[in-house]
C-alpha cells in the first residue's frame, strides 16, 4: 500500500491552507474542537458567515454528487479537507448535517427528500443536529420511548431527546421515534426529519464541564412531521440509523485537534525548555511527546482507512468503530501528556492570564472525557468491533 498523497491531493492540501490563511481572522487560534463553535457566539456568527463561502468552493460535501451540490471527488481529499480544517480550528463545517445526515438522505431518502435537503447542506445554508439519545436510552439507543403516532398525512410526536448538541443553533433535526409500540425494540422505529420551528418543539440547555452550552434537551408536545419527512420506511428506522451512526463514527477530526494541541505543546516544551525541567527528566518529557506522535498517526491513516473503504462504495463497519474509539481516546491522551508535562499552568481555564497555551489543554483534558461517550461508547464501539469486525458472537 503506498501512504503518500498523490501531487494532486498535496496541490489541493495546499488550496485549502492558502484559503484558510486569506479567510480566517489574523493571529487565529480557533477552538479546540468543533463543538466549541456551538457554545461561543462569536465563533458561531463567524462559523455561519464562513459556511457558505465553504461551499461555494463545493468542499463541504466534495464527494456528492454534482446534482446535490457536490463535486464527485475522492473520499480521500473530502477527509483531507476535513482534517486540515479540524487542524486549523476553522468554523463553518456542519458536522451533524454534512458527515451524518446528507450521507445517510444518499442511501435511504426519496428524489424529493435529496432535491430539498442536499443542496442547501452543501452550500452550507442550514445546521442541524441529531435526535437520538433520551434520559433512559442511551447505549441501548433502540429502548427509546418518543412515540410518533400515525394521523393520515403526519405524525404526532411527544416525547424527549438528551444531550441534542447544537440543538439551540439548528433549523432541522432528523430523529427517531417509536411508530409501533407493539413490535420488538428495533423493529417499531422510524427515522424522520424536523424543522425547529414546529410548533410544539422546546430547547432547554444543558452545561457541559467546561461551562459552555453545547448541549441541549428536547421537549416535543404534540408536534406534527409531515409523512413527506418519513426517511425509509415506515418501523424500519433502526436500519437508517445504523448506517447513519456509522458516518458519525467516521472521520479524522478527533486525531487532527488532538494533533493540532500536541504540536502547540511541543512548540511549547521546545521555547521553554529549561524552566519545565526544572524538575522533570527531558527525556522523559521527550519519551512522552514521541509516543503521542505516533499514536497520531496510526490514528490518522485509521481515518484515511475508513475513507479509502468508503470511497470502494462499502460500509467501514467494523473500521469506523476501530478509529472512533481509537481517535475518542487518543484525545483523552494527549490531553493527560498535555497536562503532566506543563504542570499546574496547564490547570487553568481559558480566559486566565496565567493559563499555559491559553488553557486549551486545560479545555481538553476536560471536553474530551465526553468524547468517548458521544456517537456510542468506547464500550459499545468494542463489542461492534468483536462481532462485525471479528465475527466473534454476541454474549
Not at 461561543?40 to 460535501?61: M, N
Not at 463535486?71 to 486549523?88: C, D, G, P, V, W
Not at 428536547?218 to 424500519?236: C, H, M
Request: glycine share 10%; aromatic share 10%; with cysteine.
Amino acid at each position: 500500500m503506498n501512504f503518500a498523497f498523490t501531487k494532486e491531493e498535496e496541490a489541493f492540501r495546499q488550496e485549502i491552507l492558502t484559503f484558510l490563511k486569506q479567510e480566517l481572522p489574523p493571529g487565529w487560534i480557533g477552538a479546540t474542537y468543533y463543538e466549541d463553535e456551538l457554545e461561543q457566539e462569536e465563533l458561531w456568527e463567524l462559523g455561519r458567515k464562513f459556511a457558505p463561502k465553504l461551499g461555494q468552493k463545493g468542499w463541504l460535501a466534495m464527494a456528492w454528487p454534482k446534482a446535490y451540490g457536490g463535486q464527485e471527488r475522492s473520499h480521500i481529499e473530502q477527509t483531507l479537507f476535513k482534517e486540515e480544517m479540524a487542524y486549523n480550528r476553522a468554523p463553518g463545517v456542519d458536522f451533524a448535517g454534512v458527515g451524518m445526515c446528507g450521507p445517510t438522505l444518499m442511501m435511504y431518502g426519496t428524489p424529493e427528500q435529496k432535491k430539498k435537503f442536499l443542496t442547501p447542506i452543501a452550500k452550507g445554508e442550514v445546521f442541524w443536529c441529531q435526535g437520538f439519545s433520551e434520559p433512559e436510552a442511551g447505549s441501548d439507543l433502540a429502548s427509546l420511548r418518543t412515540k410518533a403516532v400515525d394521523k393520515g398525512d403526519h405524525f404526532l410526536v411527544n416525547g424527549q431527546k438528551v444531550w441534542t448538541s447544537g440543538g439551540h443553533r439548528a433549523q432541522w433535526m432528523f430523529l427517531l421515534a417509536r411508530t409501533d409500540p407493539d413490535a420488538s425494540k428495533h423493529k417499531g422505529i422510524s427515522f424522520m426529519l424536523l424543522d425547529m420551528k414546529t410548533p410544539g418543539v422546546e430547547v432547554r440547555p444543558l452545561m457541559n464541564i467546561v461551562g459552555g452550552h453545547a448541549f441541549n434537551e428536547t421537549f416535543f408536545d404534540n408536534v406534527r412531521i409531515p409523512k413527506e419527512n418519513l426517511v425509509g420506511k415506515q418501523n424500519d428506522g433502526w436500519t437508517v440509523a445504523t448506517s447513519l451512526l456509522n458516518f458519525e463514527r467516521s472521520g479524522i477530526e478527533r486525531v487532527a485537534s488532538a494533533r493540532r494541541l500536541l504540536d502547540e505543546v511541543i512548540e511549547f516544551v521546545r521555547e521553554n525548555k529549561k524552566r519545565l525541567t526544572i524538575s522533570r527528566d527531558i527525556e522523559v518529557i521527550k519519551q512522552k511527546l514521541a509516543e503521542m506522535v505516533i499514536q497520531l498517526q496510526v490514528g490518522r491513516w485509521m481515518g484515511y482507512h475508513v475513507s479509502y473503504i468508503q470511497q470502494k462504495g462499502d460500509m467501514p463497519w467494523s473500521e469506523a468503530p476501530i478509529s472512533k474509539v481509537f481517535g475518542s481516546e487518543l484525545m483523552q491522551r494527549v490531553a493527560n501528556v498535555g497536562m503532566e508535562i506543563l504542570g499546574p499552568y496547564a490547570q487553568l481555564e481559558t480566559g486566565s492570564k496565567w493559563a499555559t497555551l491559553g488553557g486549551r489543554v486545560s479545555h481538553m483534558y476536560q471536553s474530551s472525557l465526553g468524547r468517548t461517550l458521544g456517537g456510542g461508547t468506547s464500550e459499545i464501539q468494542r463489542n461492534l468491533i468483536a462481532t462485525k469486525g471479528l465475527g466473534l458472537p454476541r454474549s
